[in-house]
C-alpha cells in the first residue's frame, strides 16, 4: 500500500470535466477545515501537494491526484462554510454532489469529520444523504491530535467519536468503515492506504 509517486492532474468544477480513463478513485469530502487536504498530503507523504489553510474554503474545485499512475485522490470543497458568498457555496454543494451521483469509478467517498468537537448536525445530514443515495462510505475522524478544550464541548476525541457512531446508527443498517486520524501525528495514514488498497482489490 505504499506510495511510491502523486502528480496532480486537475482541477474541474463539472463532472464532465474530470479525467476519463476510468481508473478507480476515492474522494475526499467533509466541513470547511476539518483537514481534507492535510490528510491527502499526510496519505502521500507530501506537505503541500493539496492546498491547505487556516482559513475555511480554500479548495474550490475537484482536485484530482494521480497516485502511483493507477488510482485518484479526489480532494474537494467543503461544505458548510457559513462566510463565504451563499451563490459559491451553493454551486461547490451541487456539483460535488452531482460528482458523487455520476462518478462511476468513485470507490468509495471518505467523508471526514472533526473528532476535536461535539458531533455536528451538518456532518450528520451530509453522512445521511450520502447512504440515502447508496454512495459507499468510509468514515474518517481528523484532528484525533487534539487535546479536549473547554471551547470545545470538554470531551477528548475518542469521546467525540463514539457519540458521532451512535448518532449515525439510525440512519444505517450496516455502521460504515471507520478510521481515526491525524495529519499532525500521520496516526491512521497506513490504515487508510491499506484500506484503500483492499477496496481496489490490489
Ligand atoms: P477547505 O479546503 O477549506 O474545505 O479545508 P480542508 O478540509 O482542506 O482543511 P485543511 O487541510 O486546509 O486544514 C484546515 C486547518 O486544519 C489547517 O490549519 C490544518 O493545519 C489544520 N489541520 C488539518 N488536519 C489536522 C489534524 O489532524 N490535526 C490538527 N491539530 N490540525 C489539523
Ligand atoms: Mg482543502
Same mark, same amino acid.
Given at each position: 500500500?505504499?506510495?511510491?509517486?502523486?502528480?496532480?492532474?486537475?482541477?474541474?468544477?463539472?463532472?464532465?470535466?474530470?479525467?476519463?480513463?476510468?481508473?478507480?478513485?476515492?474522494?475526499?469530502?467533509?466541513? $470547511?477545515?476539518? =483537514?481534507?487536504?492535510?490528510?491527502?498530503?499526510? %496519505? &502521500?507523504?507530501? #506537505?503541500?501537494l493539496?492546498?491547505?489553510? /487556516? !482559513?475555511?474554503?480554500?479548495?474550490?474545485?475537484?482536485n484530482?491526484?494521480?497516485?502511483?499512475?493507477?488510482?485518484?485522490?479526489?480532494?474537494?470543497?467543503?461544505?458548510?462554510?457559513?462566510?463565504?458568498?451563499?451563490?459559491a457555496?451553493?454551486?461547490?454543494?451541487?456539483?460535488?454532489?452531482?460528482?458523487?451521483?455520476?462518478?462511476?469509478?468513485?470507490?468509495?467517498?471518505?467523508?471526514?469529520?472533526?473528532?476535536?468537537?461535539?458531533?455536528k448536525?451538518?456532518?450528520?445530514?451530509?453522512? $445521511?444523504?450520502? =447512504?440515502?443515495?447508496?454512495v459507499?462510505?468510509? %468514515? &474518517?475522524?481528523? #484532528?484525533?491530535?487534539?487535546?479536549?478544550? /473547554? !471551547?470545545?464541548?470538554?470531551?477528548?476525541?475518542?469521546?467525540?467519536?463514539?457519540?458521532?457512531q451512535?448518532?449515525?446508527?439510525?440512519?444505517?443498517?450496516?455502521?460504515?468503515?471507520?478510521?481515526?486520524?491525524?495529519?499532525v501525528?500521520?496516526?491512521?495514514?497506513?490504515?487508510?492506504?491499506?484500506?484503500?488498497?483492499?477496496?481496489?482489490?490490489?
Open positions: 500500500a505504499n506510495v511510491i509517486a502523486a502528480d496532480f492532474v486537475k482541477s474541474s468544477v463539472r463532472p464532465d470535466d474530470c479525467p476519463r480513463d476510468g481508473l478507480p478513485e476515492f474522494a475526499l469530502v467533509g466541513r $470547511s477545515n476539518v =483537514g481534507k487536504s492535510s490528510l491527502l498530503n499526510s %496519505l &502521500v507523504r507530501r #506537505k503541500r493539496a492546498l491547505t489553510s /487556516k !482559513k475555511p474554503g480554500k479548495t474550490q474545485c475537484i484530482h491526484f494521480k497516485v502511483n499512475d493507477s488510482w485518484y485522490l479526489v480532494d474537494l470543497p467543503g461544505y458548510g462554510y457559513a462566510a463565504a458568498p451563499q451563490e457555496r451553493m454551486n461547490w454543494d451541487e456539483f460535488t454532489r452531482n460528482y458523487f451521483l455520476s462518478r462511476e469509478n468513485l470507490v468509495s467517498v471518505f467523508l471526514l469529520i472533526d473528532a476535536s468537537i461535539p458531533a448536525k451538518i456532518d450528520l445530514d451530509y453522512a $445521511s444523504w450520502l =447512504g440515502q443515495n447508496k459507499p462510505m468510509t %468514515l &474518517v475522524f481528523t #484532528k484525533c491530535d487534539k487535546r479536549k478544550k /473547554k !471551547k470545545n464541548g470538554g470531551k477528548r476525541p475518542e469521546e467525540n467519536v463514539q457519540n458521532f451512535s448518532l449515525i446508527r439510525e440512519y444505517f443498517e450496516a455502521a460504515p468503515p471507520w478510521i481515526m486520524t491525524s495529519g501525528t500521520n496516526q491512521g495514514r497506513d490504515e487508510i492506504l491499506l484500506h484503500m488498497s483492499q477496496l481496489r482489490n490490489y
